[in-house]
């Protein structure tokens, strides 16, 4: 079946198979899951690892069958711990779309140090020295990259922790977070990694695409941006006091539609605009689109 792209300005419907009598026609999906937060830190000069960006999946071509009600979930992104490394909580939650025989879903991010997830995320100078894996799912093209490498983990060092994985690159040896992707879909680059921090001294940057910044010195990670699946920045404590890791970004689900084929079946208040032939509809949180 040709993708949807080529119909123009043409209604979809009626072409290739049916399911249950219902037409299928095809869209466009961009779907991103939720970033996984930054490390905690506690213990003196410690300089703790990004938080790996949400998983992140694009299709041309997302098959839906006409009368079937499809629901999308967007994914949260992981709440930023306090002192040391976070728990499985800290990872980001998976994004999808899901219906009749659809699935298509993006795995949530992983939080620093180390935890595997949708995109990886850093190692920390301290609590772990290498990064997660990327892309658990085993998807092709793959949703995510493995986060960095911790320059030094040895406690009372200067070391700079690693940045977080992002949909783009991978996460940064010496602290930026990984950049992310801009889709075919907008012109929005999302899930970018988390910037890893440095106890004394300068953090990093978190990965274009929403990650955010590391801390320097003896502060909080930064908060990833909301609905950018970006991964949360690491904390560092340059002194024995506690420290938060940034939050996870939450995810986003964006369907572009040929006008001639938008249903106004729709729950969860998505913003909906048209733009040319195409109708976007933009989950920021859970809902429904009915074909």
Do not use: C, W
């Not at 040391?84 to 800290?90: H, Q, Y």
């Not at 298509?104 to 991010?109: D, P, V």
Request: charged share 5%; hydrophobic share 25%; aromatic share 6%.
């Amino acid at each position: 079946m040709p993708i949807l792209g080529s119909f123009g300005a043409g209604s979809a419907r009626g072409f290739g198979e049916t399911s249950g009598g219902a037409a299928k026609y095809e869209i466009e999906a961009l779907v991103v899951a939720g970033g996984g937060a930054g490390t905690g830190s506690i213990e003196n000069s410690i300089s703790a690892g990004g938080g790996g960006a949400g998983g992140y999946r694009y299709t041309a071509a997302l098959e839906l069958a006409g009368g079937t009600e499809y629901t999308v979930t967007v994914g949260g992104g992981g709440p930023g711990p306090t002192g040391g490394p976070g728990p499985a909580a800290a990872k980001g939650t998976n994004s999808s779309v899901i219906g009749g025989d659809v699935s298509y879903s993006a795995s949530g991010g992983g939080h620093g140090p180390g935890g595997a997830g949708g995109s990886g995320s850093g190692g920390s100078s301290y609590y772990g020295p290498s990064g997660g894996s990327g892309n658990v799912g085993g998807y092709s093209p793959s949703e995510g990259n493995n986060g960095g490498t911790a320059a030094s983990y040895a406690p009372g060092s200067t070391g700079r922790a690693g940045g977080g994985g992002g949909a783009g690159a991978v996460g940064g040896n010496s602290m930026a977070g990984g950049a992310g992707t801009t889709s075919a879909i907008d012109s929005t680059q999302r899930a970018g990694g988390g910037g890893g921090a440095q106890a004394f001294g300068s953090g990093g940057s978190g990965g274009a695409g929403g990650g955010g910044n590391g801390a320097s010195g003896n502060a909080n990670g930064t908060a990833a941006q909301a609905n950018f699946g970006g991964g949360g920045g690491g904390s560092g404590s340059s002194f024995s006091m506690q420290r938060t890791g940034g939050n996870g970004g939450a995810g986003i689900v964006t369907l572009k539609i040929l006008t001639a084929d938008y249903s106004t079946t729709v729950t969860g208040s998505p913003n909906v605009s048209v733009v040319g032939d195409y109708t976007y509809v933009q989950y920021t949180g859970t809902g429904s689109y009915t074909a």
